[in-house]
């Protein structure tokens, strides 16, 4: 079984030098298309190309998406905070669930969640020195 | 009458009163500070210049008169139900918990919770906007099931005192919830 780690390999390489290629020879089409005049590109025949309103519009529309999403993703989280009166702050399914099943004497006690109660008690009420 | 420089979660100064009626009878009573005469000028006077100044432009003196209004109906919305001066807590022990908050306007909200709905009264920390606070709340079982916490009722939430305050008033707490539960 391979296994997965992060350090350079070749393949990995050769995939980023033909990722790099691409997108170099990519955006040199795309300004290419953006700045051909449209007689031209209807000389040579290649007549069924998006307006050129959109070699403008389509980066600007990328960016100000860009902005927004920071924000809403900011937003999202705020909203998904459980406020400060829900059980969830104290409790949840699993713990609720949870086994109590009686350990031997002497032994490890099974790994479980402590009641906050207890975590109260412990915290608060034993004698500080 | 336990007053050691306790805060709030923003730094400004609260007090904390405990008084205790009899040995199973405490109440707690927390002071917010009160509304400062300056910030009370400073916003009058903005929303007074703005509108003058929005009067200039437009020669209209129903925009001072109705700016005038919208800072008498504001100030008296925000001292009825915004500000809150002091809130207490009363523990009855084997009777009940007493939650009460009285704004500045003098208008009382009291909650009353009986003991056999409470299972415990804690500090807890939770996320609040973009830091962690300590709470006290109260956690609320149905009868019929004791060991499942059926709902949370956070407490002091307009003061918001830091640990040193409700640690004092846990530990009060406690004395009288495990004597009388």
Known sequence: MVENSPSPLPERAIYGFVLFLGSQFGFFLYCLWAYVPEEWLHSVGLTYWPQKYWALAMPIYLLVALMVSLVVLFGINMNNTAPLDSVDNVTDVFAQGQRSDCYRKGGIPRLEDVSISEVNKMFYLSSET | ?181
């Open chain 2, 1 to 181: 009458m336990e007053d050691e420089a306790l805060s709030n979660i923003s730094g400004k100064a609260i007090s904390l009163d405990c008084q205790t009626h009899s040995s199973f009878c405490r109440e707690f009573t927390v002071s917010s500070p009160k509304m400062s005469i300056g910030k009370v000028m400073v916003y009058t006077c903005s929303v007074w210049l703005l509108a003058y100044g929005v009067f200039f432009f437009t020669e209209n003196t129903a925009v001072l008169s109705s700016a005038i209004l919208i800072t008498l109906t504001g100030m008296m919305l925000h001292i009825h139900f915004v500000k809150v001066d002091h809130e207490s807590l009363l523990v009855i022990g084997s009777l009940g918990i007493q939650v009460s908050s009285s704004y500045a306007s003098g208008r009382e909200v009291t909650t009353f919770i009986e003991m056999s709905r409470i299972k415990d009264i804690v500090i807890n920390e939770a996320v609040y906007l973009n830091q962690i606070i300590y709470y006290l709340c109260v956690l609320l079982k149905e009868p019929s099931e004791p060991n499942v916490v059926s709902s949370v009722v956070p407490l002091f939430q307009s003061s918001k005192p830091r640990l040193n305050c409700l640690a004092k008033v846990y530990k009060s707490c406690q004395e009288i919830l495990s004597k009388c539960q």
